[in-house]
Nanobody, 113 residues
Framework: VQFVESGGGLVQTGGSLRLSCAASGFAFSGYPMSWYRQAPGKGRVFVATINPGSTFTDYAESVKGRFFISRDDRKNMVYLQMNSLKPEDTAVYFC???????WGRGTQVTVSS
Protein backbone atom coordinates (compact mmCIF):
# COMPACT_ATOMS: atom_id res chain seq x y z
CA VAL A 1 0.00 0.00 0.00
CA GLN A 2 1.30 3.43 -0.93
CA PHE A 3 0.01 7.00 -0.76
CA VAL A 4 1.91 9.77 -2.52
CA GLU A 5 0.69 13.29 -1.82
CA SER A 6 1.61 16.30 -3.96
CA GLY A 7 0.55 19.83 -4.81
CA GLY A 8 1.52 21.64 -1.64
CA GLY A 9 3.43 24.89 -1.56
CA LEU A 10 3.61 28.44 -0.27
CA VAL A 11 0.55 30.62 -0.88
CA GLN A 12 -0.72 33.94 0.44
CA THR A 13 -3.81 34.30 2.60
CA GLY A 14 -6.88 34.00 0.40
CA GLY A 15 -5.14 31.89 -2.20
CA SER A 16 -5.91 28.41 -3.48
CA LEU A 17 -4.13 25.10 -3.87
CA ARG A 18 -5.14 21.71 -5.21
CA LEU A 19 -3.63 18.70 -3.51
CA SER A 20 -3.40 15.32 -5.19
CA CYS A 21 -2.90 11.86 -3.76
CA ALA A 22 -1.92 8.82 -5.79
CA ALA A 23 -2.92 5.57 -4.10
CA SER A 24 -1.79 2.06 -4.94
CA GLY A 25 -1.64 -1.47 -3.57
CA PHE A 26 -5.29 -1.92 -2.58
CA ALA A 27 -8.79 -1.92 -4.13
CA PHE A 28 -9.06 1.87 -4.20
CA SER A 29 -12.58 2.16 -5.60
CA GLY A 30 -14.04 0.25 -2.66
CA TYR A 31 -12.57 2.39 0.10
CA PRO A 32 -13.58 5.71 1.62
CA MET A 33 -10.68 8.12 1.30
CA SER A 34 -9.78 10.97 3.63
CA TRP A 35 -7.42 13.88 4.02
CA TYR A 36 -5.77 14.71 7.32
CA ARG A 37 -3.38 17.46 8.33
CA GLN A 38 -0.74 18.01 10.98
CA ALA A 39 0.21 21.53 11.99
CA PRO A 40 3.60 22.26 13.58
CA GLY A 41 3.69 20.95 17.14
CA LYS A 42 0.19 19.45 16.94
CA GLY A 43 -1.38 16.08 16.28
CA ARG A 44 -2.79 14.82 13.01
CA VAL A 45 -6.45 15.80 12.53
CA PHE A 46 -9.24 14.96 10.13
CA VAL A 47 -9.93 17.36 7.25
CA ALA A 48 -12.28 15.69 4.77
CA THR A 49 -13.61 12.34 3.60
CA ILE A 50 -15.33 10.92 0.53
CA ASN A 51 -17.06 7.59 0.13
CA PRO A 52 -16.77 5.10 -2.74
CA GLY A 53 -18.84 6.40 -5.64
CA SER A 54 -18.45 10.00 -4.44
CA THR A 55 -22.04 10.21 -3.15
CA PHE A 56 -21.06 11.42 0.33
CA THR A 57 -18.50 13.89 1.61
CA ASP A 58 -17.83 15.34 5.04
CA TYR A 59 -15.54 18.05 6.30
CA ALA A 60 -14.04 19.39 9.48
CA GLU A 61 -15.93 22.49 10.61
CA SER A 62 -12.82 24.61 10.16
CA VAL A 63 -12.71 23.96 6.39
CA LYS A 64 -16.38 23.65 5.44
CA GLY A 65 -17.25 25.82 2.47
CA ARG A 66 -13.58 26.37 1.59
CA PHE A 67 -12.18 22.87 0.92
CA PHE A 68 -13.63 20.30 -1.47
CA ILE A 69 -12.64 16.64 -1.73
CA SER A 70 -13.01 14.58 -4.88
CA ARG A 71 -11.76 11.28 -6.31
CA ASP A 72 -11.10 9.61 -9.64
CA ASP A 73 -11.52 5.86 -9.27
CA ARG A 74 -10.18 5.22 -12.78
CA LYS A 75 -6.85 6.77 -11.80
CA ASN A 76 -6.78 5.79 -8.10
CA MET A 77 -6.49 9.46 -7.21
CA VAL A 78 -8.03 11.65 -4.52
CA TYR A 79 -7.92 15.43 -4.55
CA LEU A 80 -8.38 18.31 -2.14
CA GLN A 81 -9.27 21.70 -3.58
CA MET A 82 -8.43 24.35 -0.98
CA ASN A 83 -9.79 27.86 -1.41
CA SER A 84 -9.70 31.00 0.72
CA LEU A 85 -6.65 29.69 2.53
CA LYS A 86 -5.80 31.03 5.99
CA PRO A 87 -2.53 30.96 7.95
CA GLU A 88 -4.12 28.40 10.29
CA ASP A 89 -4.36 26.00 7.35
CA THR A 90 -0.56 25.71 7.40
CA ALA A 91 0.23 22.02 7.91
CA VAL A 92 1.48 18.86 6.32
CA TYR A 93 -1.44 17.23 4.51
CA PHE A 94 -1.87 13.46 4.22
CA CYS A 95 -4.34 11.21 2.45
CA UNK A 96 -5.45 7.84 3.79
CA UNK A 97 -7.74 4.98 2.96
CA UNK A 98 -10.28 3.98 5.62
CA UNK A 99 -9.10 1.05 7.78
CA UNK A 100 -5.72 1.02 6.00
CA UNK A 101 -2.90 1.40 8.49
CA UNK A 102 -0.47 3.21 6.24
CA TRP A 103 0.51 6.84 5.70
CA GLY A 104 2.37 8.67 2.98
CA ARG A 105 4.98 11.37 3.55
CA GLY A 106 2.47 14.15 3.11
CA THR A 107 2.74 17.47 1.31
CA GLN A 108 3.54 20.76 3.02
CA VAL A 109 1.10 23.66 2.74
CA THR A 110 2.24 27.02 4.04
CA VAL A 111 -0.10 30.03 4.05
CA SER A 112 1.55 33.39 4.63
CA SER A 113 -0.30 36.27 6.24
Amino acid sequence: VQFVESGGGLVQTGGSLRLSCAASGFAFSGYPMSWYRQAPGKGRVFVATINPGSTFTDYAESVKGRFFISRDDRKNMVYLQMNSLKPEDTAVYFCKGATIDSWGRGTQVTVSS
